[in-house]
């Protein structure tokens, strides 16, 4: 029993004294700041020391009841001590368990002279958190290549600077590696500048990285398939989709069917051809190793042979080719490159007199430089026919009809036979020289119908290209005059009659023009034109007319120039107007679409074609030509004839491109001045007519096809004028419905061309 209250009485005074414990005093010799553990073991050790009091006797516990179970109670309360004494055991023996900290030992302090506990130094080993461990360097998380360049790789925790370790160099290293064999166990360490030996974990990470295996050594990766959906009661019962079954998967694909026919129709058409059945060249060539293989590479090309002495290489030339004293001081005189040769002729009595060449040595060095550096090529000959490079035209008796001789000629008096129209039905020709004679003849025999006398010159003259009318304008200096021929029908006289001068003038435009339409008093009389124009004052000589297909609308162009240089007119309203506000350069010609609104106008170097309709510029047309005198258009509209001063005459594909497409030079076909052309208006032919006083005549055939290229074959030149002051053939025309050629020359002549 003694035991069991001693160790009451000892709990109780543990009770009763943590209470009082605010109220204890310090000592006058200081405080000592303790954890919470020395505090508990200084308190411990103080307990200890003092000597425990025998507990008080319980008077409650003096009752009969009690003293009736003395015996079976103090079984009892035995038993319950030895319990708690086991408890109490286990207690501490499980505080001593989890006691992690060093235990510390009490000492007196010097300075205060009170006890006080001192912990031992904690020695850490791997399995230690290195966050309580000491980093050498305060840096943070930068990079370190910011301190290659200095001397110090951080700071330590005072803020002083920790310096690189001293580090040798590649020879260093080098032996380093060769006394320790295990130093490619090691790296360099950043942080600690220092190198750190690897583990064998390490290592062995680094080989599997090398040699592409995986770095964890557990890795299985044969480790067996699990099996998530196979097996008793795995299986699935749901489809993964509820979406119906497409088509696609029991309907032929139409997309397919296209790649495969694409592919049947390319070997159909020859495109892709079938794999070349194997032969006996495909197969595997076996040759012998030592013989001699045929050279892959070309032959070397052999050395351009040195030439042959000559008689001044001679040891006993002839007199004629020993120097002179003079011609040896020059040749001294003169620099080696500028000399004509390389030694002087010497003479010499013996062979056996003859020195050495001093020059031998030069010479050789100088011919293996030049087989060195030299290069020579092997031209082979070409044996090819001249006339094989020349194209393949058809032969011009397959092209006729066309006109290769002169049927018959047509007189002036006098003068320059200088302009030439023919009637729509090809049956009468009318011409005109400078002397102001206007001539009236017929195509087939020649014969003169009717002549009028001018006494202005004649510039230009055309007939109205209408069936139902007949007349013709001459264009004459600031005049233009409108004649009608004899023997007409009375039904095309009086259309003529009424179109030129009818009974009521139609109404006066709003713009006023300058241009002035007069009828003739004597409207019956056909002497007198029946109608006239008086173009502005200095309008000059109406040098061109051309009509419009229908016939209403016809143009002129005067040699004045300016503003009021090209004109047109309409016959049916009476009206003329200036098209142009401002012209650039010198208007020489000008041309009607035959079935667009469009007007070309030619310049000195230039064509423009504009669109009447909407009043713009569409091309400007660039022939290259110095001196534009002549052009025409194709009757299909899309191609363009343009000859020049300058004997060039040039083709143009107006759908094609601005520039010529053909140019047809004077090398071979004009010698002289180009001055007229003209396209056949049925037949596929154009003329053009010459200076040099002859006519050359041109199949010209336009497909409708336009890949195709236009065909054009010169097929016969044509000589029968004579030329008189430098001037030849001046004007070309084509009968309309013959492949018949009219031209007027400066020998005051006309003739007509026939097939």
Not at 555 to 570: D, L, P, R
Request: charged residues 25%; aromatic residues 8%.
């Amino acid at each position: 029993m003694a035991p069991l209250a001693a160790n009451r009485k000892r709990k109780q005074n543990v009770e009763e004294a943590s209470p009082s414990s605010d109220t204890e005093t310090f000592p006058a010799g200081g405080l000592d700041l303790l954890s919470e553990d020395e505090d508990e073991q200084e308190n411990g050790i103080v307990q200890e020391s003092d000597v425990d009091a025998f507990p008080e006797i319980d008077a409650a516990s003096d009752t009969e009841e009690e003293g009736e179970g003395e015996s079976s109670g103090d079984d009892a309360k035995f038993s319950e001590t030895e319990d708690e004494e086991e408890e109490d055991d286990e207690d501490a023996s499980s505080d001593d368990d989890l006691h992690v900290f060093p235990k510390a030992k009490t000492v007196i302090s010097d300075i205060t002279g009170q006890p006080k506990k001192i912990y031992p130094e904690i020695e850490p080993d791997y399995d230690s958190d290195s966050s309580t461990e000491d980093a050498p360097t305060r840096v943070g998380n930068i990079p370190l290549h910011w301190y290659d360049d200095l001397p110090h790789v951080g700071y330590d925790i005072d803020g002083k600077k920790v310096l690189k370790p001293a580090r040798g160099d590649e020879l260093d290293k080098f032996l380093h590696t060769v006394d320790d064999p295990s130093a490619w166990t090691s790296a360099f360490d950043k942080n600690t500048q220092t190198d750190r030996p690897l583990t064998a974990e390490e290592l062995d990470i680094i080989r599997r990285l090398e040699t592409l295996e995986n770095p964890d050594a557990n890795y299985d990766p044969y480790q067996p398939t699990v099996e998530w959906f196979t097996g008793a009661g795995k299986e699935e019962v749901m489809p993964l989709s509820a979406a119906p079954e497409p088509k696609r998967r029991w309907i032929p694909s139409k997309w397919e069917r296209q790649k495969v026919m694409k592919i049947v129709r390319a070997i159909r058409q020859g495109r892709i051809l079938p794999s070349k059945p194997k032969t006996t060249s495909s197969q595997p060539q076996f040759y012998a190793v030592w013989n001699d293989e045929p050279p892959s590479s070309h032959v070397p090309l052999p050395a351009p042979k040195p030439h042959l002495p000559t008689h001044s290489e001679s040891y006993n030339p002839p007199e004629e080719y020993l120097p002179t004293a003079e011609e040896r001081k020059e040749w001294e005189a003169t620099d080696k490159e500028d000399r004509e040769r390389d030694y002087l002729p010497q003479k010499y009595s013996a062979l056996r007199l003859v020195p050495a060449y001093d020059q031998f040595i030069q010479e050789r060095f100088g011919r293996q430089l030049d087989l060195y550096l030299a290069p020579r090529i092997q031209r082979k000959k070409l044996n090819i026919d001249p006339d094989s490079l020349i194209p393949k035209l058809p032969s011009p008796n397959t092209l006729r009809p066309f006109p290769n001789y002169k049927s018959l000629g047509f007189a002036h008096l006098r003068g320059r036979v200088r302009c030439v129209s023919i009637s729509p039905d090809g049956a009468w020709v009318v011409s005109a020289d400078d002397e102001g004679v206007v001539c009236l003849w017929e195509v087939i025999v020649g014969r003169e119908v009717k002549r009028w006398t001018l006494n202005q010159k004649v510039g230009a003259v055309e007939w109205c290209p209408r069936t139902d009318v007949s007349f013709f304008v001459v264009g004459t200096e600031e005049n233009l005059h409108f004649y009608v021929p004899p023997n007409l029908t009375p039904t095309v006289l009086s259309a003529t009659k009424t179109l030129l001068n009818p009974p009521n003038l139609p109404p006066a435009p709003e713009t006023p023009s300058p241009v002035k339409w007069v009828n003739s008093p004597s409207a019956s009389a056909l002497e007198a034109p029946l109608l006239s124009l008086d173009l502005p004052p200095s309008s000059g000589l109406a040098k061109n007319i051309a009509w419009h297909r229908k016939g209403d609308y016809f143009a002129t162009v005067s040699s004045g120039g300016g503003q009021g240089a090209v004109w047109i007119h309409q016959v049916s309203r009476r009206h003329s107007q200036a098209p142009f506000k401002k012209i650039k350069g010198s208007v020489q010609m000008v041309l009607f679409h035959p079935l667009k609104p469009h007007f070309f106008v030619a310049t000195q170097r230039y064509v423009r074609l504009y669109n009447l309709a909407e009043q713009k510029l569409l091309k400007l047309l660039n022939p290259g030509t110095r001196w534009i005198s002549s052009m025409d258009v194709h009757p299909s509209g899309d191609h363009l004839i343009v000859g020049g001063y300058d004997r060039k005459l040039c083709w143009f594909d107006l759908e094609l491109s601005d520039k010529p497409y053909k140019i047809l030079r004077h090398v071979v076909y004009h010698s002289r001045a180009i001055r007229s052309l003209h396209f056949h208006p049925s037949y596929p032919l154009f003329a053009s007519s010459s200076d040099d006083g002859s006519i050359q005549v041109f199949h010209a055939r336009v497909y409708s096809d336009l890949l195709t290229d236009p065909l054009i074959v010169p097929l016969k030149i044509l000589r029968g004028h004579d030329v008189r002051d430098g001037l030849g053939v001046l004007q070309v025309r084509w009968v309309p419905k013959q492949p018949w050629l009219v031209s007027t020359g400066a020998d005051s002549t006309v003739a007509v061309w026939c097939h």
